[in-house]
């Protein structure tokens, strides 16, 4: 759910009884989230798999249990936050409690206010966690790649690279099991529309399997796709 003009935080409502989902829903749009409320566990599930950014979820529904909804959409749509509503206390301790999917709960009666205050901090942490997957970490067999650091290893071993380099490895092990063409290599990592001789990048590649201990006739990572580009080994 990232895009480029961020747009409103899309919540599902999952909740039954009218009374509270009726003035939930209009609380939420009056707050800035685009809101769609269903009213049992098999429209949760259908509706989750085309997107949310968080699910308010009721525990009580009338076809399946809260607690297996919450488990469902944890395989369905993981990273995606579910605050539980609860009508007791006792029952939330066991929602969070044993891992059952839900990330927070408030127990009903809810104050506005704290239930807004907790879905904020769920989309702020699961955006932050997005945030790091996206900044994170890439490996392909013994290689990793730290983005944010802009470190790279091969097993225990740091490797030492120019930013170049670097930029290259961190494309190829992003992409790792797929062909790059050189035009995209060219305007990824050198930012420039190339239609000329790509020997620049003929001798990163070159250096770069140097530094990796690979055998160009024989490579075990950065393979050469004659007359269309190169490809990480998976
Ligand atoms: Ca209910």
């Given at each position: ?208 399997r140097r530094k990796l201990g690979d055998d160009a006739s024989a490579p075990r990572y950065v393979t050469t796709v004659r007359g269309v580009g190169f490809r990480f080994e998976?």
């Amino acid at each position: 759910m990232t895009d480029a003009t961020r747009r409103e935080p899309f919540v599902l409502l999952v909740e039954d009884d009218d009374g509270i989902a009726t003035p939930l829903a209009a609380a939420l749009r009056t707050h800035g989230y685009g809101v769609e409320r269903v009213a049992t566990g098999r429209q949760a599930l259908a509706r989750a798999r085309a997107g949310a950014d968080a699910v308010v979820l009721d525990l009580g529904l009338p076809d399946i249990d809260g607690v297996e909804v919450a488990r469902r959409l944890r395989d369905l749509v993981p990273g995606v936050p579910v605050l539980m509503l609860t009508a007791r206390t006792t029952e939330a301790d066991v929602v969070v409690g044993l891992d059952a999917g839900a990330d927070d709960y408030v127990t009903k009666p809810f104050r506005l206010a704290e239930l807004l205050a907790r879905l904020r901090a769920l989309l702020r942490r699961a955006g932050e966690a997005r945030g790091a997957e996206e900044a994170g970490t890439l490996s392909a067999q013994d290689v990793r790649v730290d983005r944010a650091a802009r470190r790279a290893w091969r097993g225990d071993e740091e490797l030492e690279l120019s930013a170049k380099e670097f930029d290259l490895l961190a494309l190829l092990v992003g992409s790792a099991g797929t062909v790059l063409t050189r035009e995209r290599i060219m305007e990824q990592v050198w930012d420039t529309n190339w239609f000329g001789s790509t020997k620049t990048l003929d001798m990163h590649v070159s250096w770069l399997r140097r530094k990796l201990g690979d055998d160009a006739s024989a490579p075990r990572y950065v393979t050469t796709v004659r007359g269309v580009g190169f490809r990480f080994e998976p």
